[in-house]
């Protein structure tokens, strides 16, 4: 892609010539040769048909895969020197997932899905409810915590799952097709939450199939046949 690193800011992610082919029979290389650098701060959609690689690309991004070839840094670390349980732990730490389908346990309060999310990470339990109110409320839940997702709308809910993916601070937001459930005026609420999210320094990148989504990033990238290229934004 040709940008420079900025000496001032090591990039969130890297992507070294990766490629990925699946083994098959026959084998699809769904990413090819790809190269991108997302500085902190950089809000990159990345666009493209069904087919194009997305999801390969997101599951790499996210360490769910591993490239064929090349390499993937996660905040300076080459992930592919890692075991499972670093690249797990890495990923817990760094990178909160925003999906297309919300994925919130039905039975559970917006609030104990959100404190799930750091279940885990050896926080207490009131800590951890504090962290997970002050994360409803950045979303603008702060008076339908104890809600069930059945009794919320689905931009609500979404806003839900972007609760949890923060409430662990991590380094890089990484989104699924996160308005693709959404009506029009619904997925401008949660765009509109990036929009926030963005202006506060949070790193984002989101995958979309969508123009219109995609061109709320302040970078823009196609994927075709698993290639990127970088896109030219008009300057408003
Ligand atoms: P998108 O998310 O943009 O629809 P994918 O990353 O899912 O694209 O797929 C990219 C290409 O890789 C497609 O040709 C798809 O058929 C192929 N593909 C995806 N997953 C597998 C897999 N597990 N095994 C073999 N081919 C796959
Ligand atoms: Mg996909």
């Known amino acids: 892609m040709g940008q420079d690193a900025s000496p001032r800011a090591r990039p969130v992610i890297e ?3 990766v490629s990925l082919t699946y083994p098959g029979p026959p084998p699809v290389t769904a990413l ?3 190269n991108l650098l997302i500085l902190p701060g950089d809000y990159v959609t990345i666009v493209g048909p069904s087919g194009s690689g997305k999801s390969t690309f997101l599951n790499v991004a996210g360490l769910l895969d591993g490239p064929t070839d090349g390499s993937y840094l996660l905040d300076g670390i080459d992930t592919s020197a890692l075991s499972d ?10 990178i909160g997932f925003v999906f297309q389908a919300f994925h919130l346990l039905a039975h ?5 899905n959100v404190m799930l999310a750091s279940l885990y990470n050896g926080t207490p339990r009131a800590e951890r409810r504090a962290l997970a109110v002050s994360a409803l409320t950045k979303v603008g839940l702060a008076h339908r915590i104890e809600a069930l997702p059945s009794r919320l709308s689905g931009g609500e809910r979404q806003r839900v799952a972007i ?4 409430v662990s ?14 009506d029009s005026a619904t997925a401008e609420s949660v765009l509109s939450l990036f929009d926030v ?3 506060e320094g949070m790193t984002v990148l989101l995958i979309t199939h969508d123009a219109g ?24």
Do not use: W, Y
Not at 214 to 236: N, Y
């Open 85 to 94: 349980v670093e690249r797990s732990a890495l990923r817990g730490r760094r």
């Open 108 to 112: 559970r309060s917006a609030l104990a």
């Open 213 to 236: 989504v995609a061109s709320r990033g302040s970078r823009m990238v196609d994927i075709r046949d698993g290639r990127l290229t970088e896109c030219r934004k008009a300057v408003a």
């Open 163 to 166: 609760a949890r993916a923060l």
């Open 169 to 182: 601070r991590p380094a890089l937001l990484l989104c699924d097709e996160p308005t693709g459930n959404l």
């Open 32 to 34: 090819s040769a790809v």
């Open 197 to 199: 999210l963005h202006r």
């Open 15 to 17: 992507f070294r010539n």
